[in-house]
Structure formats: structure tokens, C-alpha cells
């Protein structure tokens, strides 16, 4: 093909381009799905259950349906067609039939003319509840007699990964416990959407959505409809993280919206919010390291177990990157991994930022500094030693043929300049830890430096074809050539409609890009997560304005030849003109009598399912992030500041450098919060902090300034080289700022978030027996056939037959 | 809802009067999260925030006089020698709440986490009430009488609270899981009073109310009389000094566990910001 790239095309390929939403969003101007409102709309409300685990003797709904302004309250019963719903197992109830399996479970709907009737009218609906024992423990769920969560079980998927020989000797071992905390995203939009019914019977959903065409294969069977019946729109995202990679409020407005005949709304409030999606699933994980006297790996175990709450979500692709990953970026020639993603009576557990990825780093980054002190060596040094490289084997036995600059990434971070020392004498207290709290002009304040390396997948899994769609098309306008480009991808605050944008600028050479709403009018372009869409539908976007430039080559040559010229050399497109062998040959529009317009489909290379040792070349593409941070740590109260964060990160390229440094430094945040304050705290499965007065995210005297630098090692094969960035600085940001605490204080901190009490002895490390026996593998299927989806998401992915 | 705009404060009493169910908004930083929450739902709103008399501070006859109406962020601009209420109004949420978020807001939710509230009884300030019947004073410490509890009667309003500047060094510090926008962990307040020669200190979110430290009081007053410090600020203190003081605070908690924190943390974290204050007061007061 001969298209070439265009450098001068403003805001392409590779420019801090401004955002296509930029403006909107400052202005607040843009609207977000909390937003939406229609004519003669209703207002949806859900009730939900207060027990982790009852059975429903019955409902009356009668009070709620006589109240004034109730136009429908809506059952399981009511459900017109599958009662449930799920992202890779359909486990999940629409609304409870007979019984509840968390705090915060749907168990009825309504809409009525106003959210003060709706609200009031859902207090009157009475559900009778015969409150079961709960398990909310992930090991308790493991242990004989434990109450089972669902007639299958309390395992969801169980991954053994067994690499080399698992009882290979070293000379060195060293040994750990660590946890992590349930983590929210802390979306500040919540979720909201709003159905529209239809003439023709079918239901318009407008929602706020990282994949549009997943939600309406769960969507659509439950409403009883064909998909081509249930069309979904993207109603503006404020932030996701995987938060709304499941499904919370669709079927519920859609149901109301098909009963009543009228537009429904439902916007949760930041409590139901807690309840509405799933969290980062809390981690226990044991390990064991064994080293060669001068620092190599030889052998290590790893026993993860996620608490994944009371249903599948994407569990079991959680817990199979936390078992794949489970080693971080090192050469480790034997291994025995065992990771069990359990069921418990907590709230459903499943994506967020990192996908599985940040537990285990949070584990193994632990591990390798107290390898390098049982070997009296530096951390970076025992790093360094162990990086992998391209052609390093994984321990599932992938062979790494992707770039894997891992230790470039190591020394670019620790080349990035430090923070000044404080100066001698009283400090600032609000640059101190306790910040505004005013509590230190110094006294008892030490510094500590932290390391930590990680690295993830970009794209989906394990043999899974997350094919990406776009239709891009060229027309004349008023003002020269202009491109459309329509792609279903779900832009989420990331960026990537801008990215989309840069690409086809750059393909097209023409600066003046608009995109189409993303809709299901097109085909699926997979979700906005896993760091994928730069590389999956910008690479659709890509081989669509190929296309179309090839049909445009054609007219080019064609009216040439009609005039009796050859034209010699390649063809480009720069500027809004066509050129050969770099010479101007005309304007593009007048080569647009007739539109032009291409549909295309990226596709990644082709993946394997790991195997029953857990083998397989399961992964497309892995990126890989160093951060160092520089703590302070007030040794009394127990207060601690992130003084600095110095980040290094294996993009490929930066299509968006600007776009970059913005998720690298939100990254670090979302790690920052892991490591120091943000847990969903639970009791007995009840969410005691369901609100931000008691769920705490990092304010701008939390973050620290963060110093990035952009590792640039194309990666073969993908377009442009690019690999995603979306995830890479959260996983590293917790450990490390955790490494520089135990190096300020000295003390063997295991849990994230570190606590004051735990940074001054007040709480011991958190301890653990012995870690529990390993399930059956591959044993029995953990999820009856008939809950399933079949072939599951992958059914998107097959190309229309239109 | 109704929402009540009276111009002066007379108007306003005269509506509290016939309609003691109407619930006061001041900066409507507590009252509209209770809405949100969907906690409250009162019949009607009355607005304060734009009663001249709340929203004036004045000196009178060596007195503070601080309305009800005057916001955190006005504070930090307009009080700068006041230190401890200046600490403590910086502390306060964001910049977003500190410009609305009024001290009489603070009264009229008595959080035993409300961060002017430690500054109100280190410094013995009384509260000044209105109905449309008349006024009375109390005694912050009689004022709130439990978490969440006033002595405030339906009929009246919050106009006020007094209290006597007090010459001598002082400071407020709260602890909080983060470095901002943070409801009290555990908070301190430090008042010395040169001339009466007391110590006066107050702890909040580690009890039920605002609670004083009687015997850390009366010892580091004792103490600081002895050394002669009184007199002299440049005389040296034994260093033991500040520990037992901070000791003898911490002594005076009666902190719970809850979600923002255990209760053991709370008690050592008044203990350390104690010993803190008192050191920096002394240094205050040397380099004056
Ligand atoms: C994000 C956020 C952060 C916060 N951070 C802090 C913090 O760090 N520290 C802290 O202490 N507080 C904090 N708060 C709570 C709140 O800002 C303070 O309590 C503030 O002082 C309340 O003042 P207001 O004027 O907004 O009160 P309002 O919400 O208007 O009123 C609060 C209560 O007082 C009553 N009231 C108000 N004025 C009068 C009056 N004149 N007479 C009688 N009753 C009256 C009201 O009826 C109501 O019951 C925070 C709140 C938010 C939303």
C-alpha cells in the first residue's frame, strides 16, 4: 500500500493534539449521561437489598404502586426474557428472584414522575427477607462447611500455572504475606443512562458505557428482544476505570421505559454508586522467592486468592492476569503459580484499572526488595539483573517477541531528576505529611525511596479476537475535504476520540475530523479497557482511511489517465492535496464528486486459552512501567506525603504525548490512593464508607508532582508501534510508594492502604496462617453451562453479515 | 420546600417564631449533604446567610464578637492574629467550602469533628442565642451538650459567639488520612494566656463533644510557673515537660473506633499534636 504519513497535517500522529472534548468539559458545557433528559421522562429507582444473604419469602409491592406519580414497579417476574445477565458468565440476577447474595443487590425497580416520588415510593415496597448466614471471608469461603454462595460453589476459576521445574533449589529464599484493599474507582460521574421505547417496539439506550455492543448482548436477551431491536448510544462518560465495563442500571431503565411507554432515567447517587458497580477485588497473596547467591531468580511461588464478592463479572480474566503476572517483568525459570478467584457474600468484585495486574505487583515488588536486603544488594541492581527482554520466556512459556525494554524503563526512571532536599530548619506544614492539618513544622518527618516495576497486557486474552470497527469517510465541504469517522469505541475522559482523530488526520492528511456519535449502528469496537483502543480502533481507523485512500488513489490515476498522464512515483496525501513522488497533483476535493468510504476491522494476532499447566502464549502485547517515589513520612502521627513520583513507561509511541503524561500522572494517583488511604471498608458485606466524606481519594495536596519519561521502542506489528498507557502507572505507583514508606520507617508494611496506625507500630504487618490448599484442576466446570453465554463476548466479535 | 429569604435578623426570628419547624441555612455546606443523603427533608428553609448582623465580626471592650454568618475563607483574610481559629478555618474542607461553610453552621451541626468547635472551647467562648423573645448567652461547653446535640430551641438562632481575646501563643492541628479536605481524625486546640496564667486545651473527634483537658492544664501551667516561664519566656523548661503534657492530654481522650480511625490512634495522635503545640508555643513565645 502507498500511503504516506503526513508530518505537517496539524494535530496528527504524534502532537499533544488539543482534545476534541477539551472544551466542552472546561466550559461544562459537555454532556455526561447524569445529564440526558427527554420530554415526558420518568425517573427509575432501585431497591436493594440490606442483607448479604437472605432468601425472599416475598414482595409487596402494593404501597409503592398506589402511591401518586408511580407509573410501574417492576419484579423478577417481570423480566421478559433472561433473568440474568453477566460479561462472561450470566450469573448475575436482573432483579433477586429468590434470594440476595450481597448488600446493595437489585430486588425491584420503579419509575414515577419525579426522583422525590420515586425515592419515596421505593421505601414503601416490602420485601420479606429470611436472613442466611453470610460468608465474607475469602478464606472462610474456601473451608468445608463454609455457606456456598451459589449451588456451584465458592470457586469461581481456579489458574495453575506450573513453569519449569517447581521444586528447583536456590540458594536464597525469601518469603511474604501481603493484602490489598477492595478499591473503587471513584467515578465521578455515576452511573446513568436513559431508555427511550421505541415505535417498532424495541427500546434507544443511551448510557454512559465503556462497550456498547457487550451491554447489548447482555441487554438484549433479558428484554426478550433481537439485538437489532435494542440499539444503544454512548451518553457522555465521566470517567470509568472498569466501572462500567458491567452492566448496572441498562436493563432496569429499559424494563421500566418498554412497561411504561415513556423515556426512563436512572442516575445513581455516589452511594448507590458503591453498590452499583464492582470494585478491585481484595487480594491475600503468599509468596516465596529463591535466588542464586548473586541475584538471579530461580524458582518462585505464588498463592493469590481475590475476593471477587457475590458474582463472576470478569473475574475469571481477572484472576488469570493476576496468576500470569504474578511474577512481574522478570526472567523466572521455575515457578508454581496457584490463584483461585473465590465467591463471597461481599459486593461483586471485577475491572478496574489494571485488571488483576496491580495485586500481585504489590506482592512480587515486595518480594524482590526483601531479596535484595537478604542479599545485602540494591534493588534496582537485583531488578536490573532479572529484567526481561525481548526473547525472554514468560512463565506460561510465551516467548516475548514484543518490544520489552523493561530495563530501559528502570534506568530512565532512576535517571529522572530527585526532588530537592528540604532545606534546614521549620517547614511549610502544609507541605509536610497532614498537609493542611497543620500538625508538623518538621519534627519527626523522615524521607524514604521506593522502586517498583510491573508490567500488563494490552487488549484481551487468552485467544480472545477483541476486534475493533471503524467506517471513516471523505467529503467535500464549504471549507475543502473533511473526514467522518465512526467508530462504537467509548470515549471515557481517556482521550481516545482525539486519538482517533490524529489518526485519521494523519492518514488522510486532512485536518478538518469529526466523529460520529458512537452507536451500535456500527459494528462492535471493543471495550475501552485493558489499554486497548489506541491500538485496536485506532488501528481501525487506520486501515479504514487506507482504504478510503486507496479508492481515492484510484480516481487520482484514473483522471490522469483519462487526461493521458501517467503519474509517477507514490502517491500521498498532504495537506488536503494529493501528491506523487512528493510533487502536488490536485486538491483531494476534486476527487470527492462522490464521497468516499471505507468500513474496517482491526484485528490483534491471535492468542491462546492457557493450558491445564497453565502454558500458552496467552497475551498480545505487554507494556512495562518503572516509578520511584520519594515519601515523607511523619515517624509520630503516622502521616505520610508523596513528596515526588518519578515514572518511566514503554509506550511503543506516543500518539498523544500530552494525553500520555495525563495517564501516567492519573495512573499514579488512582496508586497513589491504593497505597495510602482509599478501601472500600466492609462489615460483615455491609460497605461502611459508601459516600467521599469517608471514602478518601487523593486531593491536589495528596499528589505529588510526577516527573515522566516516555520510552519509545516501537512495537512490531501494531499500528504506529503504539501500545496503550492507560493502566501501567497505577500498578507500579502502589508498590513503590509502599517500598519508600518501609524505608522510611523501617517496618515490615504488607497491606495496602498503609494505615497511620501501621506506620507507627500501633497495628502489626497483617498476618496469615498458612496459605489454603489449592483446588481441583482443572475440576469441574465452576459455572453451569446453562448460566453461560456460550461462546460468550466472543460472539461480538464475528464479522457482519450484512 | 419553602425557602424563607428574611431581610434582617428581627424578620428572621419573627419566622423561627411562628414556624420553628423552618431550618436554618447558613453556607448550606452540612445542610444540602444531609439533602443529597436524603437524611433531612424539612418543610421549609430559612436563609441566614445574608443577615448583616451574622455576617459581621467586631472588637468590643477586649472581646471577640464572631457572627454566625462569617465564612472560613473570610477568616483566614479578615483575622489573621487570631492563629488557632485561622488554623482552623484553613483546615476546613476545600477552598469551594471554606467560602461558604460559616462557624454558626459549625454550632448548629456540633460535630464533635467540627473544626472551629476545639478553638470555641480552648478559648471558653460563649454562645450568643436569639429567639424573638430575647437573647441569652451560653457557655460553648454548655452549648453542645453531646454529638450532634445543642441546647439550641427550635425558636431561636444562632447570631453569634464571644469570647475575650486572650494574649499568648496558640495553634490548631487536626489529623486526617489525607492531606486535605479531611474530617478530623483527632484535632488539637492550645490557648496560653499570659496574663491569667492558664493553659487552656481542647480536643476534638475523640469524645462525644469538645473535650478540655483539665489535669494537663492545671500540670503544664504548674509547671510553667515553677520553671518561671510565666515571667521570663526564655527560661528552660524540663524537657520531660512536654512529654507528660502531651501524656496527660492523651489521658483526657475518650476516642472511639470508627470508620475514619481506631481508637488508639486517636488517643496517641492528641497526645503527639499536644506535645507539638506546647513546644511551638513556648518557641512562639520566645522569638516574640
Ligand atoms: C466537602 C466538605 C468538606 C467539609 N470539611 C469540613 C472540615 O474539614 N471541617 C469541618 O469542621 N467541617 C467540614 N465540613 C462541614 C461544614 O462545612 C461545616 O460544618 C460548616 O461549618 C457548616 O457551615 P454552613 O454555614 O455551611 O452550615 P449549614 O449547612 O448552612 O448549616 C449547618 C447546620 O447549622 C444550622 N445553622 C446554620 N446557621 C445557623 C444559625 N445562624 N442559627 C441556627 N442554626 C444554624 C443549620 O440549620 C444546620 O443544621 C465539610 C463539608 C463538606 C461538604
Same mark, same amino acid.
Given at each position: 500500500?502507498?500511503?504516506?504519513?503526513?508530518?505537517?497535517?496539524?494535530?496528527?500522529?504524534?502532537?499533544?493534539?488539543?482534545?476534541?472534548?477539551?472544551?466542552?468539559?472546561?466550559?461544562?458545557?459537555?454532556?455526561?449521561?447524569?445529564? +440526558?433528559?427527554?420530554?415526558?421522562?420518568?425517573?427509575?429507582?432501585?431497591? =436493594?437489598?440490606?442483607?448479604?444473604?437472605?432468601?425472599?419469602?416475598?414482595?409487596?409491592?402494593?404501597?409503592?404502586?398506589?402511591?401518586?406519580?408511580?407509573?410501574?414497579?417492576?419484579?423478577?417476574?417481570?423480566?421478559?426474557?433472561?433473568?440474568?445477565?453477566? +460479561?462472561?458468565?450470566?450469573?448475575?440476577?436482573?432483579?433477586?428472584?429468590?434470594?440476595?447474595?450481597?448488600?446493595?443487590?437489585?430486588?425491584?425497580?420503579?419509575?414515577?414522575?419525579?426522583?422525590?416520588?420515586? =425515592?419515596?415510593?421505593?421505601?414503601?415496597?416490602?420485601?420479606?427477607?429470611?436472613?442466611?448466614?453470610?460468608?465474607?471471608?475469602?478464606?472462610?469461603?474456601?473451608?468445608?462447611?463454609?455457606?456456598?454462595?451459589?449451588?456451584?460453589?465458592?470457586?469461581?476459576?481456579?489458574?495453575?500455572?506450573?513453569?519449569?521445574?517447581?521444586?528447583?533449589?536456590?540458594?536464597?529464599?525469601?518469603?511474604?504475606?501481603?493484602?490489598?484493599?477492595?478499591?473503587?474507582?471513584?467515578?465521578?460521574?455515576?452511573?446513568?443512562?436513559?431508555?427511550?421505547?421505541?415505535?417498532?417496539?424495541?427500546?434507544?439506550? @443511551?448510557?454512559?458505557?465503556?462497550?456498547?455492543?457487550?451491554?447489548?448482548?447482555?441487554?438484549?436477551?433479558? +428484554?426478550?428482544?433481537?439485538?437489532?431491536?435494542?440499539?444503544?448510544?454512548?451518553?457522555?462518560?465521566?470517567?470509568?476505570?472498569?466501572?462500567?465495563?458491567?452492566?448496572?442500571?441498562?436493563?432496569?431503565?429499559?424494563? $421500566?421505559?418498554?412497561?411504561?411507554?415513556?423515556?426512563?432515567?436512572?442516575?445513581?447517587?455516589?452511594?448507590?454508586?458503591?453498590?452499583?458497580?464492582?470494585?478491585?477485588?481484595?487480594?491475600?497473596?503468599?509468596?516465596?522467592?529463591?535466588?542464586?547467591?548473586?541475584?538471579?531468580?530461580?524458582?518462585?511461588?505464588?498463592?493469590?486468592?481475590?475476593?471477587?464478592?457475590?458474582?463472576?463479572?470478569?473475574?475469571?480474566?481477572?484472576?488469570?492476569?493476576?496468576?500470569?503476572?504474578?511474577?512481574?517483568?522478570?526472567?523466572?525459570?521455575?515457578? $508454581?503459580?496457584?490463584?483461585?478467584?473465590?465467591?463471597?457474600?461481599?459486593?461483586?468484585?471485577?475491572?478496574?484499572?489494571?485488571?488483576?495486574?496491580?495485586?500481585?505487583?504489590?506482592?512480587?515488588?515486595?518480594?524482590?526488595?526483601?531479596?535484595?536486603?537478604?542479599?545485602?544488594?540494591?534493588?534496582?541492581?537485583?531488578?536490573?539483573?532479572?529484567?526481561?527482554?525481548?526473547?525472554?520466556?514468560?512463565?506460561?512459556?510465551?516467548?516475548? =517477541?514484543?518490544?520489552?525494554?523493561? =530495563?530501559?524503563?528502570?534506568?530512565?526512571?532512576?535517571?529522572?531528576?530527585?526532588?530537592?532536599?528540604?532545606?534546614?530548619?521549620?517547614?511549610?506544614?502544609?507541605?509536610?505529611?497532614?498537609?493542611?492539618?497543620?500538625?508538623?513544622?518538621?519534627?519527626?518527618?523522615?524521607? /524514604? !525511596?521506593?522502586?517498583?516495576?510491573?508490567?500488563?497486557?494490552?487488549? @484481551?486474552?487468552?485467544?480472545?479476537?477483541?476486534?475493533?470497527?471503524?467506517?471513516?469517510?471523505?467529503?467535500?465541504? %464549504?471549507?475543502?475535504?473533511?473526514?467522518?469517522?465512526?467508530?462504537?469505541?467509548?470515549?471515557?475522559?481517556?482521550?481516545?476520540?482525539? !486519538?482517533?482523530?490524529?489518526?485519521?488526520?494523519?492518514?488522510?492528511?486532512?485536518?478538518?475530523?469529526?466523529?460520529?456519535?458512537?452507536?451500535?449502528?456500527?459494528?462492535?469496537?471493543?471495550?475501552?479497557?485493558?489499554?486497548?483502543?489506541?491500538?485496536?480502533?485506532?488501528?481501525?481507523?487506520?486501515?479504514?482511511?487506507?482504504?478510503?485512500?486507496?479508492?481515492?488513489?484510484?480516481?487520482?490515476?484514473?483522471?490522469?489517465?483519462?487526461?493521458?498522464?501517467?503519474?509517477?512515483?507514490?502517491?500521498?496525501?498532504?495537506?488536503?492535496?494529493?501528491?506523487?513522488?512528493?510533487?502536488?497533483?490536485?486538491?483531494?476535493?476534486? @476527487?470527492?464528486?462522490?464521497?468516499?468510504?471505507?468500513?474496517?476491522?482491526?484485528?490483534?494476532?491471535?492468542?491462546?486459552?492457557?493450558?491445564?499447566?497453565?502454558?500458552?502464549?496467552?497475551?498480545?502485547? +505487554?507494556?512495562?512501567?518503572?516509578?520511584? %517515589?520519594?515519601?515523607?513520612?511523619?515517624?509520630?502521627?503516622?502521616?505520610?506525603?508523596?513528596?515526588?513520583?518519578?515514572?518511566?513507561?514503554?509506550? /511503543?509511541?506516543?500518539?498523544?504525548?500530552?494525553?500520555?503524561?495525563?495517564?501516567?500522572?492519573?495512573?499514579?494517583?488512582? /496508586?497513589?490512593?491504593?497505597?495510602?488511604?482509599?478501601?472500600?471498608?466492609?462489615?460483615?458485606?455491609?460497605?461502611?464508607?459508601?459516600?467521599?466524606?469517608?471514602?478518601?481519594?487523593?486531593?491536589?495536596?495528596?499528589?505529588?508532582?510526577?516527573?515522566?519519561? !516516555?520510552?519509545?521502542?516501537?512495537?512490531?506489528?501494531?499500528?504506529?508501534?503504539?501500545?496503550?498507557?492507560?493502566?501501567?502507572?497505577?500498578?507500579?505507583?502502589?508498590?513503590?510508594?509502599?517500598? %519508600?514508606?518501609?524505608?522510611?520507617?523501617?517496618?515490615?508494611?504488607?497491606?495496602?492502604?498503609?494505615?497511620?496506625?501501621?506506620?507507627? /507500630?500501633?497495628?502489626?504487618?497483617?498476618?496469615?496462617?498458612?496459605?489454603?490448599? %489449592?483446588?481441583?484442576?482443572?475440576?469441574?466446570?465452576?459455572?453451569?453451562?446453562?448460566?453461560?453465554?456460550?461462546?460468550?463476548?466472543?460472539?461480538?466479535?464475528?464479522?457482519?453479515?450484512? | &420546600?419553602?425557602?424563607?429569604?428574611?431581610?434582617?435578623?428581627?424578620?428572621?426570628?419573627?419566622?423561627?417564631?411562628? *414556624?420553628?419547624?423552618?431550618?436554618?441555612?447558613?453556607?448550606?455546606?452540612?445542610? &444540602?449533604?444531609?439533602?443529597?443523603?436524603?437524611?433531612?427533608?424539612?418543610?421549609?428553609?430559612?436563609?441566614?446567610?445574608?443577615?448583616?448582623?451574622?455576617?459581621?465580626?467586631?472588637?468590643?471592650?477586649?472581646?471577640?464578637?464572631?457572627?454566625?454568618?462569617?465564612?472560613?475563607?473570610?477568616?483566614?483574610?479578615?483575622?489573621?492574629?487570631?492563629?488557632?481559629?485561622?488554623?482552623?478555618?484553613?483546615?476546613?474542607?476545600?477552598?469551594?467550602?471554606?467560602?461558604?461553610?460559616?462557624?454558626?453552621?459549625?454550632?448548629?451541626?456540633?460535630?464533635?469533628?467540627?473544626?472551629?468547635?476545639?478553638?470555641?472551647?480552648?478559648?471558653?467562648?460563649?454562645?450568643?442565642?436569639?429567639?424573638?423573645?430575647?437573647?441569652?448567652?451560653?457557655?460553648?461547653?454548655?452549648? &453542645?451538650?453531646?454529638?450532634?446535640?445543642?441546647?439550641?430551641?427550635?425558636?431561636?438562632?444562632?447570631?453569634?459567639?464571644?469570647?475575650?481575646?486572650? *494574649?499568648?501563643?496558640?495553634?490548631?492541628?487536626?489529623?486526617?488520612?489525607?492531606?486535605? &479536605?479531611?474530617?478530623?481524625?483527632?484535632?488539637?486546640?492550645?490557648?496560653?494566656?499570659?496574663?491569667?496564667?492558664?493553659?487552656?486545651?481542647?480536643?476534638?473527634?475523640?469524645?462525644?463533644?469538645?473535650?478540655?483537658?483539665?489535669?494537663?492544664?492545671?500540670?503544664?501551667?504548674?509547671?510553667?510557673?515553677?520553671?518561671?516561664?510565666?515571667?521570663?519566656?526564655?527560661?528552660?523548661?524540663?524537657?520531660?515537660?512536654?512529654?507528660?503534657?502531651?501524656? *496527660?492530654?492523651?489521658?483526657?481522650?475518650?476516642?472511639?473506633?470508627?470508620?475514619?480511625?481506631?481508637?488508639?490512634?486517636? *488517643?496517641?495522635?492528641?497526645?503527639?499534636?499536644?506535645?507539638?503545640?506546647?513546644?511551638?508555643?513556648?518557641?512562639?513565645?520566645?522569638?516574640?
Amino acid at each position: 500500500m502507498s500511503v504516506g504519513t503526513l508530518r505537517r497535517t496539524r494535530g496528527g500522529v504524534g502532537s499533544s493534539a488539543r482534545r476534541v472534548d477539551g472544551v466542552p468539559k472546561v466550559k461544562g458545557a459537555f454532556q455526561y449521561g447524569s445529564d +440526558l433528559w427527554a420530554e415526558e421522562m420518568l425517573w427509575g429507582q432501585t431497591v =436493594r437489598s440490606p442483607h448479604a444473604h437472605a432468601r425472599i419469602r416475598g414482595v409487596d409491592i402494593a404501597k409503592a404502586l398506589s402511591y401518586p406519580g408511580v407509573r410501574a414497579v417492576l419484579l423478577a417476574a417481570d423480566v421478559p426474557g433472561r433473568k440474568t445477565f453477566g +460479561l462472561e458468565f450470566a450469573d448475575q440476577p436482573v432483579l433477586a428472584q429468590d434470594r440476595v447474595r450481597y448488600v446493595g443487590e437489585p430486588v425491584a425497580i420503579l419509575a414515577a414522575v419525579d426522583p422525590e416520588v420515586a =425515592r419515596r415510593a421505593a421505601e414503601r415496597v416490602v420485601v420479606d427477607y429470611e436472613v442466611l448466614p453470610a460468608v465474607t471471608d475469602m478464606e472462610e469461603a474456601l473451608r468445608p462447611g463454609a455457606p456456598q454462595v451459589h449451588e456451584y460453589g465458592n470457586v469461581l476459576h481456579h489458574v495453575r500455572i506450573v513453569h519449569g521445574d517447581p521444586d528447583a533449589p536456590a540458594d536464597v529464599w525469601v518469603e511474604g504475606y501481603y493484602e490489598t484493599a477492595m478499591q473503587d474507582q471513584a467515578i465521578l460521574g455515576p452511573e446513568a443512562g436513559m431508555a427511550v421505547p421505541a415505535d417498532d417496539g424495541g427500546v434507544d439506550l @443511551y448510557v454512559a458505557t465503556q462497550w456498547l455492543h457487550v451491554d447489548r448482548q447482555q441487554v438484549a436477551p433479558c +428484554l426478550g428482544l433481537p439485538p437489532e431491536k435494542v440499539r444503544l448510544h454512548l451518553a457522555g462518560v465521566g470517567g470509568a476505570f472498569g466501572a462500567r465495563e458491567d452492566v448496572s442500571m441498562h436493563i432496569h431503565a429499559c424494563m $421500566l421505559a418498554l412497561r411504561t411507554g415513556r423515556p426512563v432515567r436512572i442516575v445513581y447517587s455516589r452511594e448507590e454508586s458503591f453498590f452499583g458497580h464492582v470494585h478491585r477485588h481484595p487480594s491475600r497473596v503468599w509468596m516465596r522467592h529463591g535466588a542464586t547467591r548473586d541475584g538471579r531468580l530461580v524458582n518462585v511461588y505464588a498463592r493469590v486468592l481475590l475476593d471477587g464478592g457475590a458474582y463472576a463479572s470478569s473475574g475469571a480474566a481477572v484472576i488469570t492476569n493476576a496468576a500470569t503476572f504474578a511474577t512481574g517483568p522478570y526472567e523466572v525459570p521455575n515457578a $508454581l503459580v496457584e490463584a483461585t478467584r473465590v465467591f463471597t457474600h461481599n459486593p461483586p468484585c471485577g475491572a478496574m484499572r489494571g485488571f488483576g495486574a496491580p495485586q500481585v505487583c504489590f506482592a512480587h515488588e515486595a518480594q524482590m526488595d526483601r531479596l535484595a536486603q537478604a542479599l545485602g544488594m540494591d534493588p534496582a541492581r537485583v531488578r536490573l539483573q532479572n529484567a526481561m527482554k525481548t526473547g525472554s520466556v514468560t512463565i506460561t512459556g510465551q516467548v516475548v =517477541r514484543g518490544s520489552a525494554p523493561v =530495563r530501559q524503563v528502570i534506568e530512565r526512571c532512576l535517571a529522572l531528576p530527585m526532588p530537592e532536599e528540604p532545606a534546614a530548619g521549620p517547614r511549610d506544614p502544609q507541605a509536610l505529611p497532614g498537609g493542611a492539618g497543620n500538625v508538623s513544622r518538621g519534627e519527626g518527618v523522615r524521607r /524514604g !525511596v521506593g522502586i517498583a516495576v510491573g508490567y500488563k497486557n494490552i487488549a @484481551y486474552s487468552g485467544g480472545f479476537d477483541d476486534s475493533a470497527e471503524a467506517r471513516v469517510r471523505v467529503f467535500r465541504t %464549504a471549507d475543502g475535504p473533511a473526514v467522518e469517522v465512526h467508530s462504537a469505541a467509548a470515549e471515557v475522559g481517556e482521550g481516545l476520540h482525539t !486519538v482517533l482523530v490524529q489518526v485519521a488526520r494523519t492518514e488522510l492528511g486532512i485536518e478538518h475530523v469529526t466523529l460520529h456519535p458512537p452507536d451500535t449502528a456500527i459494528g462492535s469496537a471493543g471495550s475501552t479497557s485493558a489499554s486497548r483502543q489506541t491500538m485496536m480502533s485506532g488501528g481501525a481507523v487506520q486501515l479504514a482511511c487506507r482504504a478510503v485512500a486507496e479508492e481515492l488513489f484510484r480516481r487520482v490515476r484514473a483522471r490522469a489517465a483519462s487526461a493521458g498522464r501517467t503519474l509517477r512515483g507514490e502517491l500521498t496525501l498532504a495537506d488536503g492535496r494529493v501528491l506523487a513522488a512528493g510533487e502536488p497533483v490536485g486538491e483531494v476535493d476534486n @476527487y470527492l464528486d462522490e464521497p468516499i468510504e471505507a468500513r474496517r476491522t482491526y484485528h490483534h494476532r491471535p492468542t491462546q486459552p492457557l493450558d491445564e499447566r497453565g502454558q500458552g502464549d496467552v497475551h498480545v502485547t +505487554l507494556a512495562f512501567a518503572a516509578q520511584r %517515589a520519594v515519601v515523607e513520612v511523619d515517624e509520630e502521627l503516622g502521616l505520610a506525603r508523596v513528596v515526588q513520583l518519578a515514572s518511566a513507561h514503554d509506550v /511503543g509511541r506516543a500518539i498523544n504525548p500530552q494525553g500520555v503524561e495525563g495517564q501516567i500522572e492519573g495512573g499514579a494517583a488512582m /496508586g497513589l490512593g491504593l497505597a495510602l488511604m482509599e478501601e472500600v471498608q466492609l462489615d460483615g458485606g455491609r460497605i461502611r464508607n459508601a459516600s467521599f466524606t469517608d471514602y478518601l481519594i487523593p486531593t491536589f495536596l495528596d499528589m505529588p508532582p510526577v516527573v515522566s519519561a !516516555v520510552v519509545e521502542e516501537p512495537e512490531p506489528g501494531v499500528p504506529y508501534g503504539a501500545k496503550g498507557v492507560g493502566e501501567m502507572a497505577t500498578l507500579v505507583a502502589t508498590p513503590a510508594i509502599v517500598a %519508600a514508606l518501609r524505608a522510611a520507617t523501617g517496618r515490615p508494611l504488607n497491606r495496602a492502604p498503609v494505615r497511620p496506625d501501621d506506620l507507627i /507500630g500501633l497495628a502489626p504487618p497483617v498476618a496469615s496462617g498458612p496459605p489454603p490448599p %489449592a483446588p481441583a484442576v482443572p475440576g469441574p466446570r465452576p459455572v453451569p453451562h446453562y448460566h453461560g453465554l456460550d461462546a460468550g463476548q466472543q460472539e461480538l466479535m464475528r464479522p457482519e453479515s450484512d | &420546600m419553602e425557602v424563607l429569604l428574611p431581610r434582617t435578623l428581627d424578620e428572621a426570628l419573627a419566622i423561627k417564631a411562628g *414556624r420553628p419547624e423552618a431550618v436554618p441555612i447558613a453556607g448550606g455546606t452540612d445542610l &444540602m449533604v444531609a439533602l443529597n443523603f436524603d437524611r433531612a427533608r424539612p418543610p421549609a428553609l430559612l436563609d441566614v446567610s445574608r443577615l448583616p448582623e451574622l455576617r459581621q465580626w467586631r472588637r468590643k471592650e477586649g472581646w471577640l464578637v464572631l457572627g454566625a454568618g462569617v465564612t472560613y475563607a473570610r477568616i483566614v483574610r479578615e483575622l489573621p492574629e487570631v492563629v488557632p481559629l485561622v488554623q482552623a478555618a484553613r483546615s476546613v474542607g476545600s477552598p469551594q467550602i471554606r467560602n461558604r461553610g460559616t462557624v454558626g453552621g459549625n454550632l448548629g451541626t456540633a460535630s464533635p469533628a467540627g473544626d472551629a468547635l476545639p478553638v470555641l472551647a480552648a478559648y471558653d467562648a460563649e454562645v450568643e442565642l436569639a429567639s424573638a423573645g430575647g437573647r441569652r448567652t451560653v457557655p460553648f461547653n454548655e452549648f &453542645m451538650v453531646g454529638p450532634k446535640k445543642t441546647v439550641l430551641r427550635p425558636d431561636e438562632l444562632i447570631v453569634a459567639t464571644h469570647w475575650r481575646f486572650v *494574649r499568648g501563643p496558640g495553634s490548631f492541628s487536626k489529623v486526617g488520612t489525607r492531606n486535605a &479536605m479531611v474530617i478530623a481524625v483527632a484535632s488539637v486546640c492550645l490557648v496560653l494566656d499570659e496574663a491569667g496564667h492558664t493553659v487552656r486545651v481542647a480536643l476534638g473527634s475523640v469524645g462525644p463533644t469538645i473535650l478540655r483537658a483539665p489535669d494537663a492544664e492545671r500540670f503544664v501551667a504548674g509547671a510553667l510557673a515553677a520553671a518561671g516561664w510565666w515571667d521570663d519566656p526564655r527560661a528552660t523548661l524540663p524537657a520531660q515537660v512536654a512529654r507528660e503534657f502531651g501524656e *496527660r492530654v492523651a489521658a483526657a481522650a475518650r476516642p472511639i473506633d470508627d470508620v475514619r480511625g481506631t481508637a488508639a490512634y486517636r *488517643r496517641h495522635a492528641c497526645g503527639v499534636l499536644a506535645r507539638r503545640a506546647l513546644v511551638w508555643a513556648l518557641e512562639a513565645r520566645r522569638a516574640a
